[in-house]
């Protein structure tokens, strides 16, 4: 069924906004309205995003549905926060900051020859208004001669840095030097606004969003609040009876955002208890439980078995290592109730919530997925050749690329960190490659060697079961994917014994019952199924009810012959009896 419906939008084109659904079912179709108007037009993406106008403002509605259910979310769209274009000047002090994404114009010193630098690189040179100088790798920036202007059409984080501007003038002497800082940051956006009432004093009002460098101010029943503040003003301290609108904002150099909810009383008994867990941390996953009521404390078991160790935040976070799963229960009581939730843990996304690093002194193979980006870590040397096999695929000398093969233009080379980005990996990626080293003088410094390969991600993952006629249970578990391994959880326990064809099949007792988790999972993915197991149904009883239905089905078919019979019979004494009143 469709089920968990998201829509969300942002503001990174200066043209258009774009608006985008997601939701987990199958062969889902999306259909939309913007201010209660259907929305057929202007769609994207096989129609699960929707491109409105970058001042469009309104509440917009994603529809979602198979053929056996369908869902729908509203989401308010505010006016993106970006609606000017940052113009700055090589004459100011301060640094210049711009956003991720977004465009900004550099203006520069009205001389006859202008020169640009990032540190040691020279990025751009300007003589007499036209362009002579360019470096391949800021093909972004553009420079205006009618106004001595320097358009950054798409800012990235690598923009960030010092700049330095010198000009001169028609006979070649130096007119001044200027210096500018420049400082690129992702835009706030997401703005999330909680609470609890957890505390018998206060209540705790918390602001999140994503973002760089962010700041956060609030307001309450329309009032700025400055004190009662925690958590580098994250976080809103209320008394506990306080009700009303509360307001937070939140902003950085380039952007803004706020989000308001209203303040309803806090309830006295423990009420909502609600469970998530992150996968944020390379070493820990944190599961977190929060419940409304008040004085409320906190338990927990893990797969059956009750945890007092490994908690945190007064006991409302539990600590489990990151390969963690099976499932887990969140206790809350106070002095007049209690409630509890459970929630089974998943593996966490698998290899691709981070881009893989290979780096040509590793001897193990380097594993990428398809679709997805990887990085090829360059030794630092003054002069790099990669080859695959025979064929030259990169040439860089002093952090120059002199020479790339056409056939891989999605491979990067970004010269600060001699890191060549394959933008989107593909099958034809995997082989074995070498790279070669020299120093400036031409000598060989060395060869390193890396055995690359790409596969499919895991995806589609299916779980059935069926009852054999011993009794026996079987689960099998598919799924797409390349050189996919499987292991599984019953009951939340983990099963390594009675497995058959590679462990796809777990074998199980007539009798049992409960969730079984399958888990797919290859080099750079994982994913996984849960199904509930009923139990298997009795043959003995089966052969019992079947022989009880053929002979009532045969007690019916001899009833129904004799009383066709019996209808004969009945009608030929009453011909006969006929007959015999006509003859007299």
């Known amino acids: 069924v469709v089920s968990s419906v ?8 200066i043209e258009k906004r774009r608006v985008y659904c997601s939701s987990d079912g199958e062969n889902v179709t999306y259909s939309w309205t913007f201010r209660g108007t259907p929305h057929t037009d202007t769609l994207a993406d096989g129609n699960q995003t929707l491109l409105l106008d970058k001042d469009s403002v309104g509440g917009v509605t994603c529809y979602a549905q198979n053929h056996v259910s369908q869902e729908h979310k509203t989401i308010e769209l505010d006016p993106c926060s970006l609606s000017s274009i940052p113009v700055f000047r090589f004459t100011q002090t301060d640094p210049c900051y711009g956003a991720v994404g977004h465009p900004l114009y550099l203006k520069l010193e009205p001389e006859y020859e202008l020169t640009l630098r990032k540190l040691f690189d020279l990025i751009l040179k300007v003589k007499n208004q036209k362009v002579i100088l360019n470096h391949p790798d800021y093909l972004r920036w553009q420079f205006v001669p009618d106004n001595r202007t320097v358009i950054i059409s798409r800012a990235e984080k690598r923009d960030s840095g010092s700049y ?39 209540r705790r009002v918390y602001c999140s969003s994503d973002g760089e460098n962010v700041h956060y101010n609030w307001t309450f029943r329309g009032t700025p609040h400055t004190d009662t503040l925690a958590d580098g003003n994250q976080t809103l301290l209320l008394d506990k009876e306080s009700v009303g609108s509360v307001t937070c904002y939140a902003q950085n150099h380039v952007s803004r955002g706020n989000k308001t909810i209203e303040l309803d009383p806090c309830p006295d008994v423990v009420s909502s208890v609600k469970v998530t867990y992150s996968c944020s941390s390379s ?47 969140c206790y809350a009581q106070n002095h007049v109730s209690r409630g509890n939730k459970t929630i089974e843990l998943d593996p966490c996304p698998g290899s691709l919530s981070s881009i893989p690093v ?74 074995s490659y070498t790279l070669d080293t020299y120093d400036s003088g031409g000598t060989a410094r060395g060869s390193y060697h890396l055995q690359l390969v790409i596969e499919d991600v895991v995806s589609s993952v299916e779980v059935t079961y069926s009852c054999s006629s011993s009794g026996k249970g079987s689960v099998y578990c598919s799924s797409d994917g390349e ?84 209808r004969k019979r009945t009608k030929r004494a009453a011909n006969k009896e006929e007959e015999v009143e006509e003859a007299r």
Not at 6 to 13: N, P
Not at 401 to 426: G, K
């Open 6 to 13: 998201k829509v969300t939008y942002s503001c990174s084109s």
């Open 358 to 431: 290979c780096r040509f002194t590793q001897t193990d193979p380097c594993y990428g997925a398809v679709g997805h980006p990887l990085y090829l870590k360059l030794e630092p040397e003054y002069e790099l050749t990669l080859r695959k096999f025979s064929d030259l695929i990169l040439k860089v000398k002093n952090q120059k690329v002199i020479q790339n093969h056409p056939d891989y233009l999605r491979w990067q080379f970004v010269p600060d960190n001699r890191t060549v980005i394959i933008s989107r990996a593909e099958k034809r990626d995997s082989g």
């Open 164 to 202: 330095t501007l010198d000009t001169y003038d028609s006979g070649g002497v130096a007119r001044g030097r200027y210096h500018l800082q420049l400082v690129t940051e992702d835009v706030v956006s997401s703005v999330k606004v909680t609470y609890s009432c957890s505390s018998s004093e206060k």
């Open 483 to 566: 050189n996919v391994h499987y292991n599984w959880t019953f009951r939340g326990t983990p099963h390594t014994d009675q497995l058959a064809d590679g462990n796809q099949t777990l074998l199980l007792d007539k009798e049992s019952v409960g969730s079984v988790t399958c888990y797919a999972q290859n080099h750079v993915s994982r994913g996984n199924k849960t199904i509930e197991l009923h139990p298997c149904p009795d043959t003995v009883y089966v052969w019992v009810w079947v022989l009880e239905m053929l002979i009532l089905v045969s007690l019916l078919g001899g009833f129904h012959v004799y009383a066709r019979i019996q």
């Open 283 to 329: 070493e820990k996953r944190r599961v977190y439980c929060s419940s409304d009521g008040e004085n409320v404390h906190y338990n927990w078991t893990f797969r059956g078995t009750p945890h007092t160790d490994q908690l945190a935040d007064g006991n409302q976070t539990l600590l489990l290592d990151k390969e963690s799963v099976g499932s887990v229960t």
